[in-house]
Protein backbone atom coordinates (compact mmCIF):
# COMPACT_ATOMS: atom_id res chain seq x y z
CA UNK A 1 0.00 0.00 0.00
CA UNK A 2 1.07 3.33 -1.16
CA UNK A 3 2.06 5.98 1.59
CA UNK A 4 0.76 9.48 2.13
CA UNK A 5 2.88 11.21 -0.83
CA UNK A 6 3.64 15.39 -0.20
CA UNK A 7 6.16 17.22 -2.07
CA UNK A 8 7.98 19.24 -2.45
CA UNK A 9 10.71 18.03 0.70
CA UNK A 10 12.39 21.16 1.31
CA UNK A 11 11.39 24.73 0.33
CA UNK A 12 13.40 27.97 0.81
CA UNK A 13 11.29 30.99 0.26
CA UNK A 14 11.57 34.79 0.78
CA UNK A 15 9.25 36.46 3.53
CA UNK A 16 6.88 38.24 1.87
CA UNK A 17 6.40 35.60 -0.73
CA UNK A 18 3.45 32.65 -1.69
CA UNK A 19 4.67 29.12 -1.05
CA UNK A 20 2.51 25.94 -1.82
CA UNK A 21 2.76 22.50 -0.98
CA UNK A 22 0.56 19.12 -2.23
CA UNK A 23 -0.35 16.34 -0.27
CA UNK A 24 -1.73 12.78 -1.61
CA UNK A 25 -3.31 10.69 0.72
CA UNK A 26 -3.46 7.01 1.51
CA UNK A 27 -6.28 5.59 -1.38
CA UNK A 28 -9.41 5.26 0.21
CA UNK A 29 -8.57 7.42 3.50
CA UNK A 30 -11.39 10.13 3.48
CA UNK A 31 -9.86 12.10 6.58
CA UNK A 32 -7.07 14.47 5.80
CA UNK A 33 -4.90 16.60 7.98
CA UNK A 34 -2.15 19.58 7.84
CA UNK A 35 -0.12 19.83 10.91
CA UNK A 36 2.64 22.42 11.53
CA UNK A 37 5.64 21.32 13.15
CA UNK A 38 7.89 23.79 14.57
CA UNK A 39 11.44 22.41 15.50
CA UNK A 40 11.28 20.74 18.91
CA UNK A 41 7.64 20.64 19.54
CA UNK A 42 4.43 18.59 18.67
CA UNK A 43 2.19 18.18 15.68
CA UNK A 44 -0.16 21.41 15.58
CA UNK A 45 -3.20 20.69 13.74
CA UNK A 46 -4.06 23.39 11.01
CA UNK A 47 -6.78 22.14 8.62
CA UNK A 48 -8.82 18.62 9.08
CA UNK A 49 -10.70 17.57 5.74
CA UNK A 50 -13.70 14.91 5.47
CA UNK A 51 -13.52 14.52 2.03
CA UNK A 52 -13.57 17.39 0.45
CA UNK A 53 -14.96 19.08 3.29
CA UNK A 54 -13.57 21.19 6.31
CA UNK A 55 -14.02 19.76 9.52
CA UNK A 56 -11.62 21.76 12.10
CA UNK A 57 -9.95 24.49 11.01
CA UNK A 58 -9.64 26.76 13.97
CA UNK A 59 -5.84 27.23 14.23
CA UNK A 60 -5.40 27.50 10.57
CA UNK A 61 -3.92 32.04 10.18
CA UNK A 62 -6.74 32.08 7.59
CA UNK A 63 -5.51 36.19 6.82
CA UNK A 64 -2.38 34.33 4.99
CA UNK A 65 -3.17 30.62 4.98
CA UNK A 66 -5.27 28.63 2.74
CA UNK A 67 -6.45 24.93 1.94
CA UNK A 68 -8.72 22.35 -0.62
CA UNK A 69 -9.21 19.58 -0.85
CA UNK A 70 -10.66 18.86 -4.61
CA UNK A 71 -12.64 15.87 -5.53
CA UNK A 72 -11.92 14.68 -2.11
CA UNK A 73 -8.77 13.10 -2.54
CA UNK A 74 -5.39 15.44 -2.87
CA UNK A 75 -4.47 18.54 -1.18
CA UNK A 76 -2.73 21.61 -1.33
CA UNK A 77 -1.61 23.98 1.66
CA UNK A 78 -0.72 27.80 0.50
CA UNK A 79 0.72 30.08 2.10
CA UNK A 80 0.74 34.26 0.59
CA UNK A 81 2.55 35.84 2.06
CA UNK A 82 4.93 34.00 4.24
CA UNK A 83 6.41 35.14 7.62
CA UNK A 84 9.51 34.55 8.91
CA UNK A 85 7.42 32.63 11.69
CA UNK A 86 5.90 30.07 9.18
CA UNK A 87 9.59 28.30 9.15
CA UNK A 88 8.44 24.85 10.06
CA UNK A 89 7.83 21.32 8.89
CA UNK A 90 4.43 20.98 6.87
CA UNK A 91 2.83 17.10 7.14
CA UNK A 92 -0.03 15.75 5.60
CA UNK A 93 -1.54 12.71 7.40
CA UNK A 94 -4.50 10.41 6.41
CA UNK A 95 -7.26 8.50 8.25
CA UNK A 96 -10.45 6.82 8.33
CA UNK A 97 -12.59 8.86 11.27
CA UNK A 98 -11.30 8.46 14.60
CA UNK A 99 -8.44 5.83 13.48
CA UNK A 100 -4.80 6.44 13.71
CA UNK A 101 -3.56 8.77 11.12
CA UNK A 102 -0.68 7.91 8.69
CA UNK A 103 1.92 10.84 7.75
CA UNK A 104 3.96 11.73 4.79
CA UNK A 105 7.78 12.73 5.20
CA UNK A 106 6.53 16.95 5.65
CA UNK A 107 7.91 19.66 3.43
CA UNK A 108 10.37 21.77 5.61
CA UNK A 109 9.84 25.42 4.79
CA UNK A 110 12.80 27.96 5.65
CA UNK A 111 11.83 31.34 5.21
CA UNK A 112 14.32 34.33 5.17
CA UNK B 1 -5.00 23.59 30.52
CA UNK B 2 -3.80 21.34 27.30
CA UNK B 3 -5.85 18.95 26.37
CA UNK B 4 -2.89 16.39 26.35
CA UNK B 5 0.59 16.97 28.11
CA UNK B 6 3.73 15.37 27.68
CA UNK B 7 6.97 15.95 29.09
CA UNK B 8 9.62 17.22 26.63
CA UNK B 9 12.48 15.41 27.96
CA UNK B 10 15.30 14.93 27.27
CA UNK B 11 15.44 11.50 28.71
CA UNK B 12 19.03 9.70 28.57
CA UNK B 13 18.93 5.96 29.45
CA UNK B 14 21.85 2.85 28.73
CA UNK B 15 20.92 0.25 26.36
CA UNK B 16 19.40 -2.33 27.55
CA UNK B 17 17.00 -0.01 30.11
CA UNK B 18 13.17 -0.08 30.28
CA UNK B 19 11.81 2.67 28.83
CA UNK B 20 8.67 4.86 30.72
CA UNK B 21 6.68 7.25 28.07
CA UNK B 22 4.04 8.62 29.85
CA UNK B 23 1.08 11.25 28.33
CA UNK B 24 -2.07 12.69 30.02
CA UNK B 25 -4.96 13.98 28.80
CA UNK B 26 -7.96 16.09 30.08
CA UNK B 27 -10.88 15.27 27.42
CA UNK B 28 -13.18 12.48 27.91
CA UNK B 29 -14.23 12.08 24.62
CA UNK B 30 -10.49 10.35 23.38
CA UNK B 31 -11.30 6.80 22.91
CA UNK B 32 -8.66 6.13 20.76
CA UNK B 33 -4.77 6.35 21.92
CA UNK B 34 -1.38 6.51 19.85
CA UNK B 35 1.56 6.24 20.05
CA UNK B 36 3.98 7.69 16.92
CA UNK B 37 8.26 7.55 17.05
CA UNK B 38 9.83 10.26 14.95
CA UNK B 39 13.15 10.17 13.59
CA UNK B 40 14.58 13.63 12.92
CA UNK B 41 13.77 15.38 9.47
CA UNK B 42 11.49 12.45 9.36
CA UNK B 43 7.35 12.12 9.29
CA UNK B 44 6.42 10.59 12.64
CA UNK B 45 5.66 7.04 12.28
CA UNK B 46 2.59 4.65 14.08
CA UNK B 47 3.78 2.73 16.69
CA UNK B 48 1.13 1.34 19.04
CA UNK B 49 -2.92 2.13 18.19
CA UNK B 50 -4.89 1.17 21.12
CA UNK B 51 -8.88 1.57 21.90
CA UNK B 52 -10.56 2.71 24.93
CA UNK B 53 -8.52 1.01 28.57
CA UNK B 54 -6.34 -1.54 28.81
CA UNK B 55 -2.89 -3.05 27.57
CA UNK B 56 -1.03 -3.85 23.81
CA UNK B 57 1.94 -5.33 23.32
CA UNK B 58 3.81 -5.96 20.62
CA UNK B 59 7.26 -7.36 20.16
CA UNK B 60 9.35 -4.54 23.01
CA UNK B 61 6.52 -1.93 23.15
CA UNK B 62 4.17 -1.88 25.61
CA UNK B 63 1.14 0.18 25.03
CA UNK B 64 -1.09 1.18 28.38
CA UNK B 65 -4.24 3.28 28.57
CA UNK B 66 -5.74 3.84 32.02
CA UNK B 67 -9.43 5.88 31.07
CA UNK B 68 -9.64 6.61 34.66
CA UNK B 69 -7.29 8.18 35.03
CA UNK B 70 -6.86 10.02 31.78
CA UNK B 71 -3.07 8.92 31.55
CA UNK B 72 -1.37 6.40 28.76
CA UNK B 73 2.27 4.99 28.77
CA UNK B 74 4.39 3.86 26.76
CA UNK B 75 7.47 1.29 27.56
CA UNK B 76 9.71 0.01 25.76
CA UNK B 77 12.28 -2.91 27.27
CA UNK B 78 15.53 -3.87 26.06
CA UNK B 79 16.24 -0.57 24.93
CA UNK B 80 18.69 0.07 21.81
CA UNK B 81 20.32 3.23 20.43
CA UNK B 82 17.95 2.67 17.16
CA UNK B 83 15.25 4.05 19.19
CA UNK B 84 16.76 6.83 20.06
CA UNK B 85 13.76 9.21 18.24
CA UNK B 86 10.68 12.26 19.57
CA UNK B 87 7.86 9.88 20.68
CA UNK B 88 4.82 11.32 20.51
CA UNK B 89 1.62 10.66 22.24
CA UNK B 90 -1.82 11.27 20.03
CA UNK B 91 -5.67 10.80 20.51
CA UNK B 92 -8.37 11.24 19.22
CA UNK B 93 -12.49 10.79 19.64
CA UNK B 94 -15.41 13.16 17.63
CA UNK B 95 -13.57 14.74 14.98
CA UNK B 96 -10.50 15.25 16.91
CA UNK B 97 -7.03 14.03 16.98
CA UNK B 98 -4.80 15.87 19.08
CA UNK B 99 -0.70 15.14 20.19
CA UNK B 100 1.56 16.08 22.40
CA UNK B 101 4.38 17.69 21.79
CA UNK B 102 6.70 14.47 22.06
CA UNK B 103 9.16 13.67 24.47
CA UNK B 104 12.59 13.07 22.98
CA UNK B 105 14.68 9.79 23.75
CA UNK B 106 18.22 9.44 23.67
CA UNK B 107 19.54 5.86 23.95
CA UNK B 108 23.37 5.59 24.44
CA UNK B 109 25.18 2.19 24.01
Known amino acids: EAGVAQSPRYKIIEKRQSVAFWCNPI?????LYWYQQILGQGPKLLIQ????????DSQLPKDRFSAERLKGVDSTLKIQPAKLEDSAVYLC??????????FGQGTRLTVV | QKEVEQDPGPLSVPEGAIVSLNCTYSNSAFQYFMWYRQYSRKGPELLMY????GNKEDGRFTAQVDKSSKYISLFIRDSQPSDSATYLCAMSGGDKLIFGTGTRLQVFP
Open chain 1, 27 to 31: SGHAT
Open chain 1, 93 to 102: ASGRMNTEAF
Open chain 2, 50 to 53: TYSS
Open chain 1, 49 to 56: FQNNGVVD
